[in-house]
Structure formats: C-alpha cells, structure tokens
C-alpha cells in the first residue's frame, strides 16, 4: 500500500462534511439555550438520569428556570461567578445552566478536591454564591458544612438536597453580549504547581466544541451517553454533557467511576457510548476477568479514551473485550478541551490521537522557535474557535499562552503524520535528557503497560549528577506477582538502554486527579 493510499484509509467522509462557517453561524447564543431547543424538539425525550430520579427535556428546562430565579433572589447578576461543589448529578447539570441562563460564569469545581485546593479556587474566584450538591456526593456535604452553608429550597420537579452560600461582596465582571467573548464557564486546571488557573470558556467554545464533537460521534436522541468522566472537568463538561445534549441525546449520569456500575449499566441501561480515560478501561476489565462476569454491552457503539495517553496492549486488550474500535483524542482545559480525536468512521490501528477537529489548525514549533520541518517533533500549536478567553485575572500568564494572533501553545510535544494524524510524544517539560538523549515518557509507559501484570504506570526523571535516569512508578493488577527486578527485564528486552528505568517503584494506586490523569508532581514530590 502506498501513502496516498494509506491516508486515504483514513480520510472520514462525516468530517469533510462538516461546514465550519455555517456551524458557527447557527451555534445559539448561550450554553442556556441547549435546553429550551432540546424541550422545543422533544418535551418528553428523558435527557438526564442519575441514580435517584430522571428528568425529561421538558422538566429540565422548569428546573432551570426555577434554580435561576433562586440564584436571582439571591443577587446574582451577569459577571458574578458560581461555583458548583458537585460530582455528576442532575442538580450540578441544572445548576451550570440557570448560571448561565443569568449571564453568570458557571464554575464548576469537583468536591473531591481538599480543602486546600477548593478554598485557593473560591478565594480567587470570588464567586457570589457557592452551591454544594450534597445529596450525591459526601464531599459536598463537608465542603458545606465547613463553610456553614444554607439548605437551599426545593424546585419542582426536584433535583435533590444542595446547599449554599452568599457572599454579598462579591464583585461582578462586564457581560458582552456576543457568544465568543461572555464567559460561560471558569474551569480550574488540576495544575500541581503555585496557584490555582482559572480557565475562561466563552459560550461559543463551549457550543462550538459541543456541536463539532458530538456531529463527528454521529450522536443523535436515541443514544444513552455514560457520563462517569467528570463534568466540573472540559471533557466531561463540554464533550460529554453539552454535546450530548445538543444533540438530543440521554445523559446516564454517575458521580464516580466503580467498574461494577458501568458493566451493570452497559449490560442493563442501553448505554450506547461510553467515554473514559484509559485507567477506566484497564479496572473495568480487570473487574470483568476478576469476577467472572460475560461481557454483555447490548447497545455500545461508541467507546473512547482520552485524558491520558493510551497504549497499544490495552487497546488491543479493549477492542478484543468490547469487539468495538478504540477511540482516542487530544485536548486541553485551553482548548475547550478537544483539538484531535480518530473519526468514527475511519478508527486506526495505532495509538495516534487522530486528526484535528475541523475548524482548529495546528503546527508544529521546535524549542527554538523554528517551525520543525513535517513529520519531525515539536510543541504543538493550536488556533481556533475553541482556544479559551485567558486566565481569570492573570493576563501575563494568558500572554504567555496565547500569541497575539490567537496561536495557544500547548507545551505538548508532538508529530503529524503524512495523513493528519496527530502522535503525542509527551509535555515538554517531562521530556527525560539521560546521557544527551531525548527519552519520551510515554514511550516507557507503553512498555511497561504492554506487561500483563501492570494496571498502569507512570515514568518521571530523577536528577543525578551531570545527567538524568529514568524512574517508573508501576500500579499492579491484584493477583500480580511480578518483581520490579523482572519489570527491568521486560523493559530490557524491548527499550534501548538509555531508555531503561534505572528503579522501578510499585504502588498500591498512582496518585490521580479525580479525572484519572495521573499527577507526576506527587511522584516527583515522592522522590
């Protein structure tokens, strides 16, 4: 096969038939509207259920506007922030529309973060009312209860128990009446150093990405969409539940990832997509060989990775279960998240993030500055409808992201294939320099995953004098008796020897965001 060919095998007809401009030009006005034009189409169409309770279209949108009046009563205007201390439910999903329904920023915060970490984002958000959705989740409850929250009155239909609080001195930012310059969402990045980022999304990035993705996932009112990933991060926000909803479709909401959950969901609730990060996958199997159980998903069409990169032994391992294809996709906070993604109708047999979405351009910068020539490593740079407004009050900090002509430089490392098709190498600042040698991370961590013992790993350096080495950090499966000796071995036989980890560290769990995507910081910081 020659490459004219082989990129052709892997040109999608349903991206090329997507049309940019006009996409744009019917996107509504605000992330608000998804609602109403769900409940104008079909009033009855069930669009969330969450283990309590479900709501149709049509009560989605009472609820909406009940919550918003609440929020009113309570002071809120355009420009004023409010954080929702959630994890998935019905309550969260109302909440971050009638925000927005008031022109307000939705900032969507997990409650599994600790005090720390949820007190530095309220302190530099300033956010006029925090609400806690304490019904699901216990997190919320104590977030609450530290910060002497209210009960919040009941709306009808009913969303479940959630509290709040005011801060009457809260100061609130100009609202601007077009979509691509209102801010719609403040989202904090899991950054493991200095103060938290906050993360500006106009509406029009949020739709933009909602109606692109879910259009290239051919989603449609009778898919039920398996939303675990979590929602007060890009990819379950946007992705996930906007883009589900826009396209009329059920969202089966569920506050945290247990394996057993999804395989009764998968088998039992018509769930038709399922979208996780690559850990996910790698417990849920693990939880079906374990237990015995036959793997029955009845309805699964669409099945995706994303967040952290994917290796080949657990896609094979993936498609051979679920007798589906893989998909996989790049994106950031910055980004609204998503830039790349594999098309449905064209999967790949590699771990490549597939092609830029249409409407985003990329290139490829060497650490020089230079354009790096096709092909060839460098950081990747992104332009589009979906690069974010800024950081929340750190103009240096945005400047230093975003070039003047809109250009977000990512600090990924990356390659472009002859085809479109996107291979991230690692973070630029992760990159490994062992005896004047390049060694990628991730390249390492394929490796070690590709071991039938290993759950999952993650590779760091460690400094050692005038130089570099390699060190691994392994997660085993629960019946693993494999040594970090013979985990040498095996990467031995398949590494060059700049390459190798010089130690090897097992643990019981890799530190992890509430995302899955695993904090190197704290590996760094266990060194």
């Known amino acids: 096969m020659g490459p004219e060919e082989t990129a052709l095998s892997h040109t999608s007809a349903t991206r090329s038939t997507i049309d940019v ?45 009940a919550a918003a009046a609440l929020l009113s009563e309570w002071g809120v205007r355009g420009g004023d922030r409010v954080m929702i201390v959630a994890e998935n439910s019905i309550a969260q999903i109302v909440l971050l529309f009638a925000a927005a329904r008031l022109d307000a920023w ?36 104590q977030h609450a209860q530290r910060h002497r929250a209210s009960k919040a009155p009941g709306v009808a239909p009913g969303i479940g128990a959630w509290s709040y609080t005011v801060d009457p001195s809260a100061q609130a930012e100009p609202v601007e009446a077009a979509n691509d310059r209102q801010c719609a969402a403040l989202i904090y990045t899991t950054g493991t150093t200095g103060a938290p980022k906050g993360v500006m999304l106009s509406h029009r990035n949020l739709l933009f990405i909602a109606a692109v993705s879910s259009r290239l996932r051919k989603v449609g009112p009778g898919d039920v969409v398996y939303a675990v990933l979590p929602i007060s991060h890009v990819y379950g926000f946007a992705s996930v539940c906007l883009g589900s909803l826009h396209a009329g479709a059920t969202l089966r909401l569920a506050p945290r990832f247990a394996p057993e959950a999804v395989r009764r969901a998968l088998a039992d609730e018509r769930v038709s997509i399922f979208q996780g990060v690559p850990a996910m996958h790698a417990k849920l199997l693990e939880h079906v060989q374990t237990h015995g159980h036959p793997w029955s998903a009845p309805h699964l069409r669409f099945v995706y ?40 109708d064209a999967p790949r047999s590699d771990c490549s993030v597939g092609e830029a979405i249409p409407g985003v351009e990329v ?6 500055g230079v354009e790096a020539a096709p092909g060839e490593i460098g950081e990747l740079w992104v332009r589009g409808p979906n690069v974010m407004l800024g950081y929340y009050r750190s103009p240096e900090q945005t400047r230093a992201v975003v070039t003047e002509d809109g250009w977000l430089k990512t600090g990924d490392l990356a390659r472009q294939d002859a085809d479109g098709a996107l291979h991230i190498v690692g973070r630029s600042k992760d990159l490994i320099i062992r005896s004047g040698f390049n060694v990628y991370p991730a390249e390492v961590e394929h490796v070690l995953n590709a071991h039938p013992q290993v759950v999952q790993s993650a590779v760091i350096g460690r400094p050692v004098e ?31 020897p700049y390459k190798r980890p010089a130690e090897v560290k097992v643990l019981a769990a890799l530190p992890a965001a509430s995302t899955g995507k695993i904090l190197k910081q704290r590996l760094r910081e266990l060194l």
């Open 466 to 496: 005038g130089n570099e080495e390699v060190i691994a950090f392994v997660e085993l499966a629960a019946s693993a008796t494999v040594t970090p000796a013979e985990l040498i071995g095996w990467c031995a036989e398949r590494l060059a």
């Open 363 to 368: 290139r490829f910068v060497g650490l020089d």
């Open 106 to 141: 939705a900032l969507v915060s997990n409650a599994r973060l600790s005090a720390a970490e949820l007190d530095a984002v309220r302190a530099h958000a300033q956010p006029r009312v925090t609400a806690y959705v304490i019904e699901s989740s216990v997190d919320a409850g």
């Open 21 to 65: 401009p006009a996409l744009l030009a019917a996107l509504p006005a605000r992330i608000a509207d998804i609602p109403a034009l769900a409940a104008a189409r079909d009033p009855q169409h069930i669009a969330l259920i969450e283990d309590a309770r479900h709501l149709t279209n049509a009560q989605l949108v009472q609820a909406v506007d």
């Open 305 to 344: 990775s994303g967040g952290s990169p994917l290796d080949a032994a657990l896609k094979a391992h993936v498609e051979s279960v679920y007798g589906l294809p893989l998909h996989n996709g790049y994106g950031m906070t910055e980004s609204s998240p998503t830039v790349s993604q594999t098309m449905l």
